[in-house]
């Protein structure tokens, strides 16, 4: 096989839950996060303790206006591990993410509401440094929901959101994958694939 290495991505969004479930843990009574199928399909929704804020990634596309449809060159730099150097690729999504807040009184669905609102925008800076570029309030629906036979208040928050995902790889990779299209002789048959992937990211095909 060859040399080329699988390139090492940036944290992604499950990182993203991660810390939004640390931040809440920090304060007292806060709601539970999950995710928005493990509330609908609860084998007894009758024990679930409310309030609770589900999330849900209800679109992703590429932000075509900052980097467009394929990674871009960010920079070079050393590489702590080993010799040589490191490449930098980054490509931004934007992203539609619901906050569902789960209640069994309005009352109560009113009360997370305000408090999650509140924590996005207090921790937004954590959150920007460690998960998102942007986290910004679009919208906020109102409806009851059944599941089972139970019957919950919902209020549903939509953020739009902007995510870099970095792509780090080492120079000496893209200049293989230069040598190899100018002399395909050195090119093995499962390489292909690798060599292909390699300047889709670089951009230079």
Not at 24 to 27: A, G, K, Q, V
Not at 44 to 49: A, D, F, I, M, T
Not at 157 to 161: E, F, R, V
């Given at each position: 096989m060859s040399d080329i290495e699988v390139p090492k991505l940036s944290q992604g969004l499950s990182h993203l839950w991660d810390l939004l479930d640390d931040l809440?843990?920090?304060?007292d009574d806060a709601p539970?996060?999950?995710p928005e199928l493990n509330v609908r399909l609860a084998e007894?929704?009758?024990?679930?303790?409310t309030p609770i804020v589900s999330y849900k990634v209800n679109s992703r596309e590429p932000d075509e206006e900052r980097t467009g449809?394929?990674?871009q060159w960010k920079r070079e730099q050393d590489n702590p591990n080993a010799s040589g150097d490191l490449v930098i690729y980054g490509q931004i999504f934007e992203l539609e993410i619901l906050f569902g807040i789960w209640a069994r009184s309005y009352e109560e669905a009113d009360s997370c509401r305000e408090f999650f609102e509140e924590f996005v925008i207090y921790r937004r800076p954590r959150i920007r440094s460690e998960g998102l570029l942007e986290l910004v309030f679009q919208e906020h629906e109102e409806d009851l929901e059944e599941i089972g036979s139970h019957s919950f208040v919902k209020q549903e928050?939509?953020?739009?959101?902007y995510q870099e995902i970095k792509i780090v790889d080492r120079v000496e990779n893209i200049e293989s994958i230069h040598t190899r299209l100018k002399r395909p002789e050195l090119r093995e048959p499962e390489d292909f694939r690798a060599i292909k992937d390699q300047l889709h990211r670089s951009g230079n095909y």
């Open positions: 809440l843990y920090e304060y539970e996060l999950r007894n929704p009758e024990s679930l303790k449809y394929k990674p928050l939509t953020y739009k959101a």
